[in-house]
């Protein structure tokens, strides 16, 4: 049981370049979401879902895409990288309200 | 709008000290408090929530309705309790469940 796994750990991109952080979990939690973390500003809401098929909007949406195909996995797209969205991205999932997370993803955009 | 308000970036206490990290929060409904904790270079993860009423390495937390607040506390903190702690809010509305944090508290407990 791996519970949530996010890959890359590390990425750098160049400022326009677009990319996908991976999420996979294998604990059947119906809820995952998107976080992204910066200093002083905690974890911010980017994306979430409910469900296979399913997605909403957070607190900080845009330049970022996301889809739910399946109940394993939650990609987060960036489309067009800035150096605004230069932070750690955590992923979750959730079983009830309780909240499980990745190892996070460190991206840095130049 | 759920908002959750931790006024203290940083904390830093001596080994054995009580510590008390605050947590203050505006919410309509009935809310589902929730403290997680990330030590360095780990995930976060949960450290305790209000309606177990649980006590976890060591960590309280009262909600208390009429100040809005759920502050975190330990009567003798220990060096590996440095961390970053957040405090976390849930709707809980239906199984949509949405989780507000805060903005953390980074505790420093030294030797």
């Known amino acids: 049981n791996a519970g949530v796994t996010q890959t890359p750990k590390f990425q750098v991109l160049k400022t326009g370049q677009s990319m996908t952080l991976q999420c996979a979990q294998d604990?059947?939690?119906?809820?995952m979401s998107w976080y992204r973390q910066d200093p002083g500003m905690g974890l911010r809401l980017i994306h979430y879902?409910?469900?296979?098929?399913?997605?909403d909007q957070g607190e900080v949406p845009n330049g970022y895409n996301v889809s739910r195909s399946t109940t394993e996995d939650f990609p987060l797209r960036l489309l067009s990288a800035a150096p605004s969205q230069t932070s750690v991205y955590f992923c979750?999932?959730?079983?009830?309200?309780?909240?499980?997370f990745g190892q996070g993803t460190r991206l840095t955009v130049v | 709008a759920q908002r959750v308000t931790q006024p203290e970036k940083l904390l830093s206490v001596f080994k054995g000290a009580p510590v008390e990290l605050k947590c203050n929060y505006s919410?309509?409904?009935?809310?589902?408090l929730f403290w997680y904790v990330q030590y360095s270079r780990q995930r976060l993860q949960l450290l305790l929530r209000?309606?177990s009423r649980e006590s976890i390495k060591g960590f309280t937390a009262d909600l208390n309705k009429g100040e809005t607040s759920f502050h975190l506390k330990k009567p003798f903190a220990q060096e590996e309790d440095s961390a970053m702690y957040y405090c976390?809010?849930?709707?809980?509305?239906?199984?949509?469940?949405?989780?507000?944090f805060g903005k953390g508290t980074l505790l420093t407990v030294n030797p």
């Open positions: 209000h309606i």
């Open positions: 879902s409910v469900g296979a098929g399913i997605t």
């Open positions: 919410y309509s409904g009935s809310p589902e």
């Open positions: 979750a999932s959730r079983r009830g309200t309780e909240a499980f």
């Open positions: 976390a809010l849930s709707d809980g509305g239906g199984s949509n469940y949405k989780l507000t």
């Open positions: 604990m059947n939690h119906e809820y």
